[in-house]
């Protein structure tokens, strides 16, 4: 395997950063195929580590990313302690990162692109970090210390289940955060939980901002203001409805693509944020008779998918095993009027429409620029039903490794009871559970969660 090293260097005086790129199988069915490169991005706290010998005898934490299809944040990695490791993911940040465009470039039809999509889920991210493992760790002499710990946010968390599914004995300890996966062979189960979620945040939403559900169109006097009104979110709606409003790099800002800003929703803030575009925007209305062109930026600064197509191609085929997608969520949130804005405004007009969650919809091949070149791959996946298997019942239920999970009450993206069922399977799993923190709490309360974590794996049962 080749690796290329980069020159190490000191940050904040205190901790040395080696930076390598690992060239790895695309297809570990045909090593001698195609390759691709990983990066990996390692913090040695200097304090911890006097000299080359030491710094070797460090024990390794691998931090997951959640996503799909998102790198890590190079510019926040820290050192959680030891040896810590950050990697990018295949296909995103600095590890042979997949846009739309490489595509194009080398005239790859809709059947290859899907194909090559295919290599991106959680079963590769894994032999991936096998692949990394053994290089790093396979010239220790005692086994013990050439197993590594792993940490995994979210979607990093349904990897290390998948880890400790096929290939446990490479692993020392296992931390997740908002990420233990449902045990299911296809979404639907994931979303018909979700969309229950999705609800309660949007009554949390228009609670918080029942100016956001009216509106005054016409100059009122103030003292009428919350009397004669006109719904805010379906003032909104009306104007996208009517016009042709195209984003600064060529997207759609369609009504869908308007509510799927309800995927903010389960993050630290998400709700207040919503309301200031929702604000902007009404300001802009009133101002302009239209939509300034920085709302528009901020739409599109706002939602990551045509940065990150990965997210969007492959959200709902993480989930799968055998079966296929089918447009999970769109089959499943047909079913419920208050997310369809056709039914919604032949209400009356104190029925608010619902935003939408974290959903993977048809027209949003449409709506984003740099995903229309995807359409084709993307409908051929949501049909796809050559799936392999992601985890092992029978071996997580025999799970010796340790399993530390943050579990989030609250948690829109990753359903609290599903987490329930399938903890309920994997062998030796203690969680600690809060009400206190979102999906996202392990970036607005990292230390607090980590910590917590950290004591839960050295408590001894009483």
Not at 265 to 287: E, K, Y
């Amino acid at each position: 395997m080749e690796v290329t090293q980069l020159e190490p260097y000191i940050l904040k005086g205190s901790i040395k950063v080696i930076d390598r790129f690992f060239s790895v199988p695309l297809d570990y069915a045909k090593p001698d195929g195609q390759l691709i490169r990983i990066f990996v991005r390692n913090l040695i706290p200097l304090g911890e580590a006097k000299g080359s010998t030491a710094e070797s005898d460090l024990p390794y934490l691998l931090y997951l990313q959640g996503g799909p299809g998102f790198g890590v944040d190079l510019s926040l990695s820290v050192d959680l302690g030891n040896g810590t490791l950050w990697l990018d993911p295949p296909g995103t940040g600095l590890s042979t990162p997949i846009t739309a465009d490489i595509f194009q470039a080398t005239n790859m039809d809709d059947k290859g692109i899907a194909q090559y999509f295919k290599h991106f889920r959680a079963d590769n991210i894994v032999r991936d970090c096998e692949t990394i493992r053994h290089f790093l760790l396979d010239g220790k002499k005692d086994p013990e210390a050439r197993k590594w710990s792993i940490l995994g946010q979210s979607f990093g968390g349904f990897c290390a289940t998948t880890y400790l599914s096929f290939h446990s004995d490479g692993l020392k300890e296992v931390f997740i955060t908002g990420g233990i996966p449902p045990m299911v062979n296809c979404p639907d189960t994931v979303y018909e939980a979700l969309v229950l979620k999705v609800e309660q945040r949007n009554k949390v939403y228009y609670e918080k901002y029942p100016q956001d559900i009216r509106n005054v169109r016409n100059f009122q006097p103030v003292y009428l203001c919350q009397v004669v009104n006109q719904l805010q979110v379906r003032r909104i709606l009306d104007f996208l409805e009517c016009n042709n409003v195209v984003l600064p790099n060529g997207g759609n800002l369609s009504v869908s693509r308007w509510l799927e800003f309800g995927m903010q929703f389960g993050s630290h803030g998400g709700i207040d944020r919503v309301h200031q575009l929702v604000f902007r925007a009404i300001t802009d209305l009133d101002t302009f008779g239209k939509l300034s062109y920085g709302l528009l930026s901020s739409v599109q600064g706002t939602q990551s998918f045509d940065t990150n197509p990965i997210y969007a191609v492959l959200h709902e085929p993480i989930y799968c095993q055998g079966r296929k997608a089918s447009w999970s969520a769109n089959r499943i949130i047909q079913k419920n009027d208050k997310f369809i804005w056709g039914k919604v405004k032949q209400m009356s007009d104190d029925v608010p429409i619902y935003f939408t969650g974290e959903m993977i919809f048809p027209d949003m091949f449409e709506d984003y620029h740099h995903l229309r070149p995807l359409r084709g791959a993307a409908e051929l996946l949501a049909n796809d039903e050559d799936w392999p298997m992601l985890y092992d019942i029978e071996t997580l239920k025999k799970n010796k490794v340790k399993v530390n999970a943050a579990t989030y009450y609250d948690d829109m993206y990753v359903d609290f009871g599903l987490v329930q069922q399938a903890a309920s399977v994997i062998g030796n799993v203690e969680q600690f559970i809060t009400n206190q923190s979102f999906h996202d709490g392990i970036r607005k309360n990292m230390d607090n969660i980590l910590e917590t974590l950290f004591q839960l794996s050295k408590r001894e049962r009483d």
